[in-house]
């Protein structure tokens, strides 16, 4: 396929009950001519396409759907739309109950059987056969409309055979109304109360199922309410946040939620990003600094000019992202599918096999009914169905509330299976910001004179060093003034004059004298991995130069780096460090934060090197960068984890994007992502191990209808809320 005309595509879809209408569109879809694949998850009611756009198209999905009997709304369910479909489930529940209840005590208690009672029991039974039932008969008309069959058909034919039979015993067979689908009389009985319960149980089941799965989308629907939903323009007008334009200015108060992503253009003040990012810290801001919409601002006046708007903020690109990644399948699920798929039939062919079976071996034709109904009812694959999906909607809506951004249902796959991490230096580990470490060395100066001299030299260059030296003398008490003579000399430092004095700083090569203890200090930095820069006074009388003070910049430890170290160890995961920096400077830093193996100077070309390396030895590696620089080794990786920064918070470079830039949320994406497929495989067991241990009871005749119908709703309710109770992981970030 040409991938000029490669397109892909998201619908959502109206009617699907179970997972053999998923597997069935899923399998029309892909049948069509151009679509390269097609995915339909059940769980969150919408396809995902992958096509040619020059041989097929929307319009052809949407005809597609329709003529399988489902429909493709014009939008998603929105979430008072599914309040209201909860609500009819509720009450067709509740009158299948005030209907049932009855019929089930005088169905199975002797004492209350007067004469006709059978009659009684039809009349009873026949509301909730026909409203309380009729969804399910419905979807089997369309079904099979279609030649195809899925739940429904199983609820109608056993619910619906247990109905009719009772009703033509009653009429034509002289049935004698003892009921409860007894055993081994051959007289005609009735079983009106099996079919209303049956259909009263599914429908609780279904109820309680529906809830759940709202539940479980919880997350991403918080995440979309953040939005603002007013913005202040600058001339005091009110206005919708929706309707703010790229280039707008707007004031933010103390306690109100920015309305859009900008750049602060008046005013400081302390941000509270945790909605964001997952940090539980607010960030200062200042003139000049990058804030996002949705989150709140806690103190200062801000003026903010707007950079992004609508589909293309922060907010939106994460919100996006998750539910892409809600609507992927992981690769675990795929025998679930294939099983799913061909269930339904199978279980009809089961069901009439045990009908057969019991009357052949000289069995009463009520017993045979009794087990063929309860085949019917127990097999109904939703727990299958629901198993992968919704464990998948809880993790990623929980990552998304920690700032951890995992893009699909193989991208947890591939994490869970991660055991070597390889970690950049700048930017991963360190903050990428040059600090003045220390006061300077001096020799023949006081601190106070070389902090204020060089600090205000420093201070007219734009070079991170010599701004982290003109940052640290401020920070130190030192009144900085602007020289009346600059000259910079790329690659060896800079030249300036303050007040009447001449003074240079940079390279040693500047200056005629280099004291002894001046050079001791510069090795011992240059050992350490940190960045020496050496200062001094210019004589006006013979314009040499003597060194007089060394300067100690270094890049600085982020300070959550040692616990993220940590955390990945307790995680069984080996830890390689590889940089472009000298050999000096990367091992200082590696045995500070308790890295395994160090790998300096290295190109980024040269990361890929590293990461084949491991992997020729068997290793899953993930590799954790900035998403740019690092791009080479995150797309030959495993596993690509990007450290979201600024308004590349939701870079597409990584499988992953850690959005507050914090190496903690690694360590939680791996735990979070075997916590997630734990609960994946868990659900699938509990799926086949229920429909391989209640078939053959059923069969067997060890099964009643009735208790069947309650297991299969528990079953697809359990895995529901075993996946639900992702909700709780905590991350090491302060215990969130």
Same mark, same amino acid.
Not at 412 to 437: C, S
């Given at each position: 396929?040409?991938?000029?005309?490669?397109?892909?595509?998201?619908?959502?879809?109206?009617?699907?009950?179970?997972?053999?209408?998923?597997?069935?569109?899923?399998?029309?879809?892909?049948?069509?001519?151009?679509?390269?694949?097609?995915?339909?998850?059940?769980?969150?009611?919408?396809?995902?396409?992958?096509?040619?756009?020059?041989?097929?198209?929307?319009?052809?999905?949407?005809?597609?759907?329709?003529?399988?009997?489902?429909?493709?709304?014009?939008?998603?369910?929105?979430?008072?739309?599914?309040?209201?479909?909860?609500?009819?489930?509720?009450?067709?529940?509740?009158?299948?109950?005030?209907?049932?209840?009855?019929?089930?005590?005088?169905?199975?208690?002797?004492?209350?059987?007067?004469?006709?009672?059978?009659?009684?029991?039809?009349?009873?039974?026949?509301?909730?056969?026909?409203?309380?039932?009729?969804?399910?008969?419905?979807?089997?008309?369309?079904?099979?409309?279609?030649?195809?069959?899925?739940?429904?058909?199983?609820?109608?034919?056993?619910?619906?055979?247990?109905?009719?039979?009772?009703?033509?015993?009653?009429?034509?067979?002289?049935?004698?109304?003892?009921?409860?689908?007894?055993?081994?009389?051959?007289?005609?009985?009735?079983?009106?109360?099996?079919?209303?319960?049956?259909?009263?149980?599914?429908?609780?089941?279904?109820?309680?199922?529906?809830?759940?799965?709202?539940?479980?989308?919880?997350?991403?629907?918080?995440?979309?309410?953040?939005?603002?939903?007013?913005?202040?323009?600058?001339?005091?007008?009110?206005?919708?946040?929706?309707?703010?334009?790229?280039?707008?200015?707007?004031?933010?108060?103390?306690?109100?939620?920015?309305?859009?992503?900008?750049?602060?253009?008046?005013?400081?003040?302390?941000?509270?990003?945790?909605?964001?990012?997952?940090?539980?810290?607010?960030?200062?801001?200042?003139?000049?600094?990058?804030?996002?919409?949705?989150?709140?601002?806690?103190?200062?006046?801000?003026?903010?000019?707007?950079?992004?708007?609508?589909?293309?903020?922060?907010?939106?690109?994460?919100?996006? &992202?998750?539910? %892409?990644?809600?609507?992927?399948? +992981?690769?675990? =699920?795929?025998? #679930? !599918?294939? *099983?799913? $798929?061909?269930?339904?039939?199978?279980?009809?062919?089961?069901?009439?096999?045990?009908?057969?079976?019991?009357?052949?071996?000289?069995?009463?034709?009520?017993?045979?009914?009794?087990?063929?109904?309860?085949?019917?009812?127990?097999?109904?694959?939703?727990?299958?169905?629901?198993?992968?999906?919704?464990?998948?909607?809880?993790?990623?809506?929980?990552?998304?509330?920690?700032?951890?951004?995992?893009?699909?249902?193989?991208?947890?796959?591939?994490?869970?299976?991660?055991?070597?991490?390889? &970690?950049?230096? %700048?930017?991963?580990?360190?903050? +990428?910001?040059? =600090?003045?470490? #220390? !006061?300077? *060395?001096? $020799?023949?100066?006081?601190?106070?004179?070389?902090?204020?001299?060089?600090?205000?030299?420093?201070?007219?260059?734009?070079?991170?060093?010599?701004?982290?030296?003109?940052?640290?003398?401020?920070?130190?008490?030192?009144?900085?003034?602007?020289?009346?003579?600059?000259?910079?000399?790329?690659?060896?430092?800079?030249?300036?004059?303050?007040?009447?004095?001449?003074?240079?700083?940079?390279?040693?090569?500047?200056?005629?004298?280099?004291?002894?203890?001046?050079?001791?200090?510069?090795?011992?930095?240059?050992?350490?991995?940190?960045?020496?820069?050496?200062?001094?006074?210019?004589?006006?009388?013979?314009?040499? $130069?003597?060194?007089?003070?060394?300067?100690?910049?270094?890049?600085?430890?982020?300070?959550?780096?040692?616990?993220?170290?940590?955390?990945?160890?307790?995680?069984?995961?080996?830890?390689?460090?590889?940089?472009?920096?000298?050999?000096?400077?990367?091992?200082?830093?590696?045995?500070?934060?308790?890295?395994?193996?160090?790998?300096?100077?290295?190109?980024?070309?040269?990361?890929?090197?590293?990461?084949?390396?491991?992997?020729?030895?068997?290793?899953?590696?993930?590799?954790?960068?900035?998403?740019?620089?690092?791009?080479?080794?995150?797309?030959?990786?495993?596993?690509?984890?990007?450290?979201?920064?600024?308004?590349?918070?939701?870079?597409?470079?990584?499988?992953?994007?850690?959005?507050?830039?914090?190496?903690?949320?690694?360590?939680?994406?791996?735990?979070?992502?075997?916590?997630?497929?734990?609960?994946?495989?868990?659900?699938?067991?509990?799926?086949?191990?229920?429909?391989?241990?209640?078939?053959?009871?059923?069969?067997?005749?060890?099964?009643?209808?009735?208790?069947?119908?309650?297991?299969?709703?528990?079953?697809?309710?359990?895995?529901?809320?075993?996946?639900?109770?992702?909700?709780?992981?905590?991350?090491?970030?302060?215990?969130?």
């Amino acid at each position: 396929m040409s991938t000029a005309t490669q397109t892909h595509i998201e619908m959502p879809i109206a009617g699907m009950t179970c997972a053999s209408c998923a597997a069935r569109i899923e399998r029309g879809l892909s049948k069509l001519p151009g679509v390269e694949s097609a995915q339909v998850n059940y769980a969150v009611e919408r396809a995902s396409v992958t096509y040619d756009s020059s041989a097929t198209g929307p319009a052809d999905f949407q005809t597609k759907i329709e003529a399988l009997g489902y429909s493709v709304p014009a939008e998603v369910a929105t979430p008072a739309q599914v309040d209201t479909e909860l609500q009819h489930l509720r009450n067709s529940v509740i009158i299948g109950g005030i209907f049932s209840v009855p019929l089930v005590a005088i169905s199975m208690i002797e004492a209350w059987q007067f004469k006709h009672w059978g009659w009684v029991a039809f009349a009873l039974a026949t509301p909730v056969m026909t409203y309380c039932a009729w969804p399910f008969h419905k979807a089997t008309w369309a079904n099979a409309r279609h030649g195809s069959a899925t739940m429904d058909t199983l609820v109608t034919l056993g619910a619906g055979a247990a109905y009719l039979w009772s009703a033509v015993a009653l009429v034509f067979l002289g049935a004698n109304s003892t009921g409860g689908m007894q055993m081994g009389s051959d007289t005609p009985q009735v079983y009106f109360e099996t079919g209303a319960v049956i259909v009263t149980l599914i429908l609780l089941g279904r109820w309680f199922e529906h809830r759940s799965r709202r539940r479980a989308g919880d997350a991403l629907r918080a995440l979309l309410a953040l939005e603002a939903k007013t913005a202040e323009l600058v001339s005091g007008e009110h206005i919708p946040a929706a309707s703010l334009e790229v280039g707008d200015y707007f004031v933010v108060r103390p306690g109100q939620q920015i309305a859009t992503d900008g750049l602060v253009r008046e005013g400081a003040s302390a941000v509270d990003m945790a909605m964001l990012t997952g940090e539980p810290v607010p960030v200062e801001v200042g003139v000049g600094d990058a804030v996002f919409g949705a989150t709140l601002n806690q103190s200062g006046r801000l003026i903010v000019e707007a950079t992004s708007v609508g589909e293309a903020t922060a907010l939106a690109q994460i919100a996006k &992202l998750v539910e %892409t990644a809600q609507g992927s399948k +992981a690769p675990v =699920q795929r025998l #679930a !599918d294939q *099983i799913a $798929a061909i269930f339904v039939p199978i279980v009809i062919m089961i069901a009439l096999g045990t009908l057969a079976a019991w009357l052949f071996t000289g069995h009463t034709g009520n017993d045979a009914f009794t087990a063929a109904v309860a085949v019917l009812i127990i097999a109904c694959p939703c727990a299958l169905g629901l198993a992968t999906p919704t464990a998948l909607m809880v993790g990623t809506g929980r990552g998304a509330q920690l700032g951890i951004i995992i893009k699909g249902g193989e991208v947890l796959e591939a994490t869970r299976r991660i055991d070597a991490v390889i &970690l950049d230096k %700048t930017g991963t580990i360190t903050e +990428a910001k040059m =600090q003045l470490i #220390a !006061d300077p *060395i001096v $020799a023949g100066i006081t601190v106070a004179d070389a902090l204020q001299l060089c600090g205000s030299a420093e201070g007219a260059s734009e070079h991170p060093i010599a701004q982290a030296i003109a940052r640290g003398a401020q920070q130190r008490g030192a009144a900085l003034v602007a020289p009346t003579q600059f000259r910079s000399e790329t690659g060896f430092g800079v030249h300036a004059t303050i007040g009447e004095t001449a003074v240079r700083a940079g390279r040693p090569s500047m200056f005629d004298e280099v004291p002894q203890t001046l050079s001791n200090a510069l090795s011992a930095a240059a050992m350490l991995g940190n960045t020496p820069v050496m200062f001094g006074r210019v004589d006006p009388a013979t314009h040499k $130069a003597n060194a007089e003070a060394v300067f100690v910049v270094s890049d600085t430890i982020r300070a959550t780096s040692h616990a993220a170290v940590a955390a990945l160890h307790d995680l069984g995961v080996e830890i390689v460090m590889v940089t472009g920096d000298n050999e000096s400077a990367a091992r200082a830093v590696g045995s500070t934060v308790g890295i395994d193996r160090v790998v300096a100077g290295v190109l980024p070309s040269g990361k890929v090197d590293v990461v084949h390396e491991l992997q020729a030895i068997g290793k899953k590696v993930a590799v954790v960068g900035d998403g740019v620089n690092d791009a080479p080794a995150l797309a030959a990786a495993d596993l690509g984890i990007s450290m979201g920064s600024g308004t590349d918070i939701a870079i597409e470079a990584g499988d992953i994007t850690l959005v507050a830039g914090d190496l903690r949320g690694a360590a939680d994406a791996i735990a979070l992502a075997r916590s997630t497929l734990r609960t994946i495989k868990g659900n699938l067991f509990w799926a086949f191990a229920y429909n391989v241990a209640a078939l053959p009871l059923a069969a067997l005749g060890l099964l009643n209808p009735m208790i069947a119908a309650g297991a299969m709703g528990f079953s697809s309710v359990f895995v529901v809320s075993n996946s639900l109770r992702l909700r709780r992981f905590t991350s090491i970030r302060n215990g969130q």
